[in-house]
């Protein structure tokens, strides 16, 4: 997945009012960004970083500006848009690049299901197989290589994993994909020591069916592609 047009570097003053990022430019020019991140995004908004930023040619948008990634002061990159998530796993998806959700004919986007009223990121349809839900969990937290989700308590997250167990136990086939967006994470774990009910949540949902895998991505100021899996550790 390519930024096109490409994305221009900045210098991170700060992160405020959860939306919002003041920058500097390398010509001097101080610009505010839109934070399209709801999360604690540890780690990945440290005054001095380098922010990578697309620039939208919609000239009814409040803010022009878009934060895309983190250039750490340490050289790792990370994505914060969490949007972009579910595109680089949407193009993996139709060029067949992750084996284990290859041979499906059918890609669909955010179908409404469960019993709680979510909507799964995807779906795959195939003749002569079940259907199967995929949800997609975007993984910037990193400790010393390791790499944890969520990054705060997330109601959500675990509404998602009941809806997950829902789809198996009506026979059908679901798997939380994690999307590993910073480059120095080498393994993914449930955090424990910040959501304790998803982590639960998530060693029963393996227990009840549901597939758990991680992939992740290579990422620059010129794209991001999911390139190799990695291990999940429960």
């Not at 986007?109 to 009223?117: D, F, L, N, P, T």
């Amino acid at each position: 997945m390519e930024f096109t047009p490409a994305l221009q570097p900045a210098t991170l003053i700060k992160r405020y009012k959860r939306f919002l990022a003041d920058v500097i430019t390398p010509a001097g020019e101080l610009l505010t960004l839109h934070c399209p991140n709801t999360g604690a995004m540890t780690g990945c908004a440290t005054p001095g970083d380098t922010v990578w930023y697309s620039t939208s040619a919609n000239l009814k948008r409040k803010y022009a500006h878009t934060w895309e990634l983190t250039q750490t002061q340490t050289g790792d990159f990370i994505c914060v848009n969490t949007l972009q998530a579910n595109n680089v796993v949407k193009e993996a998806l139709r060029e067949n690049l992750l084996p284990e959700l290859s041979g499906y004919t059918k890609i669909l986007s955010e179908v409404k299901y469960g019993a709680e009223r979510s909507r799964i990121d995807f779906m795959l349809q195939a003749d002569n197989k079940v259907n199967c839900y995929i949800e997609v969990k975007s993984v910037t937290l990193s400790e010393q290589g390791s790499g944890f989700f969520p990054d705060a308590v997330s109601l959500r997250g675990q509404k998602h994993l009941r809806e997950l167990m829902s789809v198996v136990m009506h026979g059908e086939r679901a798997v939380l994909l994690f999307a590993v967006l910073h480059s120095a994470i080498t393994r993914v774990s449930p955090a424990r020591h910040i959501d304790a009910k998803y982590a639960q949540l998530l060693c029963e949902a393996q227990e009840c069916g549901v597939e758990i895998i991680a992939w992740r991505a290579e990422l620059s100021a010129n794209g991001l592609t999911l390139t190799s899996p990695l291990p999940v550790c429960l």
